[in-house]
Structure formats: C-alpha cells, structure tokens
C-alpha cells in the first residue's frame, strides 16, 4: 500500500491505481508544457543574401546610353539611328552642353547688347550723349517705358513732327542736361513716336548696327531696313 497526497487530503492506494494516478499526472503535465513552451526552439538562421546573377541579354533595341569620363558627357548614337542622345543631365554634372550651333550668331550676344540684325549694339552718339543709360548706346530696360531703342540720325522734319506732339527735342534744357537736337544729330528715339513718323512721312534715318532689337516689337524689321541710314559719322 502507497500513501499519495490528493487535494482532498492523504489516501490510501493500491500499487495498481497509483500508476494510473501518476500517468494521469505525467500526461497532464507534458501536455501543459507543450501548451506554454516548455520545449526549447532554435532562432531560424538568417537568410543568405542571393548573388547578383550575370546576364548577357544585350540591351533595348534604341534606347540611349551615355558614357561618362572624368571631364565630358559623351552621347552614344541610338541603335539604328544616327542622330545623338540629348544630353539632359549635362547641367546636372556641372558641364556645359557638348555642342552649339555655330550659325546662330544671334545667340552668342547678350540680348541687352544686341541690334536688330543679331549683332553686338553699337554706340549711337556720344555728342550730343544719348541712351536711356546716357552711355551712347541705344539700349533698354523694364522701367524705360517709351522703349528708346532706335537710333536715328535726326531731321527737320521729324523735329517739326515730334514738337507738334507734345516732345520738343530741339528747345535745350540745361536743367536735365539736354542740349537740344539739330539736323543731322543722333539720337536714341523711342520706337512707338518713330514708327508713328514713318507713317506720317516724317521719320528720320535709321542707324540699324545701333538700335536695340527690342524696336522689333514695335516695328517690323523690313520698314527699319528701308529707311536705313547710309551716312556714316
């Protein structure tokens, strides 16, 4: 006879009804440990990180690539094409572009200092001294809102004409150092009073080396050409 410990205080067994008990006990204990974990687990090992895998596929028919070196952006031509990839991210390495077309002359002047025919401005008149500047030369501004940008070798008639309108020209006035114009004396006009006295027959002679391009959006280019000036001072 055994003595097992029970809830319900000491009892006496038999050898055959303890080994049942203490199955039942062992089967409930593994079967709680199972429950909470008790086995031990192993961390998964970590994943290996795959290998780059090689390819030979040749790369798309037309697509642009580019090959840089140490100092230029170099275009590979377009499979099947002939003509060069833009080269886009030139500004983004800090290089200037690989190719200008020399034939646009007009693009290699700045617009401030460019004449209506694309090529540097020239000086006006430095006696009488004119400009919107006061430099001799025709050129312009956002605050120069009569646009004074064609030179025009003045004459009576436009004199006449223009102190009609309300711009005397030819009075003096010491008081903005302003000697007055006569016949004959270059002057930077304002594009809009000139083209208004080309249509009234008044209009003085155009210097076209130095009048400003910006005349052009007041007046065509073939009246200017017209009514150029073939006297040299």
């Given at each position: 006879?055994?003595?097992l410990f029970?809830?319900y205080?000491?009892?006496?067994?038999?050898?055959?009804m303890?080994?049942?008990?203490?199955?039942?006990w062992?089967?409930?204990?593994l079967?709680?440990?199972?429950a909470?974990?008790?086995s031990?687990t192993?961390?998964a090992?970590?994943?290996?990180a795959?290998p780059?895998?090689?390819?030979?596929?040749?790369?798309?028919?037309?697509?642009?690539?580019?090959r840089?070196?140490?100092?230029?952006?170099?275009p590979?031509?377009?499979a099947?094409?002939?003509?060069a990839?833009?080269?886009?991210?030139?500004?983004c390495?800090?290089?200037?572009?690989?190719?200008?077309?020399?034939?646009?002359?007009r693009?290699?002047?700045?617009?401030?200092?460019r004449?209506i025919?694309?090529?540097?401005?020239?000086?006006c008149s430095?006696s009488?001294?004119?400009?919107?500047?006061?430099d001799?030369?025709?050129?312009?501004?956002d605050?120069?809102r009569?646009?004074?940008?064609?030179?025009?070798?003045?004459?009576?008639?436009?004199?006449?004409f223009?102190?009609e309108?309300g711009?005397d020209?030819?009075?003096?006035k010491?008081?903005?150092?302003f000697?007055?114009?006569?016949?004959?004396d270059?002057?930077?006009?304002?594009?809009?009073?000139?083209?208004e006295a080309?249509?009234?027959?008044?209009?003085?002679?155009?210097?076209l080396?130095?009048?400003?391009?910006?005349?052009?959006?007041?007046?065509?280019l073939?009246?200017l050409?017209?009514n150029?000036?073939?006297?040299k001072?």
């Amino acid at each position: 006879m055994a003595i097992l410990f029970s809830p319900y205080g000491s009892v006496l067994h038999p050898p055959s009804m303890r080994l049942t008990i203490l199955s039942m006990w062992f089967l409930s204990l593994l079967a709680l440990c199972v429950a909470v974990g008790c086995s031990p687990t192993k961390a998964a090992p970590p994943a290996l990180a795959s290998p780059p895998v090689e390819t030979d596929k040749a790369p798309i028919q037309g697509e642009s690539n580019r090959r840089i070196d140490e100092s230029v952006v170099v275009p590979v031509t377009n499979a099947g094409g002939g003509s060069a990839a833009t080269q886009d991210g030139g500004s983004c390495l800090g290089l200037p572009p690989l190719k200008t077309d020399p034939s646009n002359a007009r693009s290699a002047v700045p617009p401030e200092r460019r004449n209506i025919e694309g090529n540097t401005l020239q000086t006006c008149s430095l006696s009488p001294l004119t400009g919107w500047f006061r430099d001799g030369l025709c050129r312009t501004d956002d605050r120069d809102r009569g646009i004074h940008v064609v030179c025009a070798s003045v004459n009576e008639a436009f004199l006449t004409f223009t102190k009609e309108r309300g711009n005397d020209l030819s009075t003096p006035k010491p008081k903005y150092g302003f000697p007055g114009l006569k016949p004959g004396d270059r002057w930077c006009l304002c594009a809009a009073r000139w083209y208004e006295a080309q249509r009234a027959g008044k209009a003085p002679s155009v210097v076209l080396d130095a009048t400003h391009e910006k005349a052009l959006t007041v007046v065509p280019l073939d009246i200017l050409r017209k009514n150029r000036s073939v006297n040299k001072k």
